[in-house]
Each structure stands twice: as structure tokens, then as C-alpha cells.
């Protein structure tokens, strides 16, 4: 049977050793506004939000954590892809938009600061970086 709630609280657990195409798995101990409170695994560590709907089906395993035992989960609004969008922020996706970005324009910016500074013998790697930042300056000014 699916359940669906809102996430009022996460803690993460420590990582663990993916199995088939994930290295590395992120438990997460959710606390929902339905009362229940699982654990949930995920390839990313930014996943899950506090304020998302979180649509989920039990396991059939508990799992101990602090001497506690809870249920376990799986997201099935992630696998089966039915979470609308007037409920499910999408704070998540545009941080890691904007991570991303960053990072693109950042690299990018530096191949170019170095190509610059290729025909010049004398410069430093200081002197490359400071041509980065003004560069990357440059393609994130407004207007």
C-alpha cells in the first residue's frame, strides 16, 4: 500500500556501499506530518527536502538505528514518477541547476584564463586565476 506525506524532518545516516549502478547509498531517517518516521535510501544526499511530499511503500525489513528499530521504505513517486508539481518543490533540482551551472561556468572561465595566459611567459598561476575571476565575473553580471 503507498503512502503519501510530507517531510517535516531529515536527519541523514551514515552512507553505505550501493549495490548494481549506485556506489554509494544515503539513508535518510524521515520524519513525516502523517506521524510515521522510516528510513529511506537514495543515490544523493540532496534528494529528499524538508517541506516535500514523499510518496512511499514499506519494506518488508526493520532496521536499527540508535536503539530504535524502524521501518524501512522506498520512494515510489521517484520510481514511478507521480508526483505533481503544485506538490512537490522544486528547490532541490534548481539548486543542483545552479550548482551545476556554477560549476560549468567556473571551469570553463579557467580553460579560458589559461589559454590567455598560454602565449605569455611570465605569468603566474596567480595571474591566471585572477583572469578566471574576472572573467567569470564578467558572464555573471546582470545586463
Known sequence: MKK???????????AEEGKGTYAILYPFLVTLDNGDQI????????????????EYKYKDKNRHYQGRSYRTA????????????????????NDQATFKDKY??????LTNAIRIHS????????DILHTARELIKFVNQEN
Open 104 to 109: 560549468i561556468c567556473r571551469q570553463s572561465q
Open 74 to 93: 522506498y520512494d515510489v513517486g521517484y520510481k514511478e514518477k507521480t508526483y505533481d508539481k503544485k506538490t512537490t518543490s522544486t528547490s532541490s533540482t
Open 119 to 126: 602565449n605569455k611567459p611570465h605569468s603566474t598561476l596567480q
Open 4 to 14: 503519501k506525506a510530507r517531510i517535516k524532518f531529515l536527519e541523514q545516516l551514515p
Open 39 to 54: 528510513i529511506v535510501k537514495k543515490a544523493s544526499q540532496t534528494a529528499l527536502q524538508e517541506g516535500n511530499y514523499l
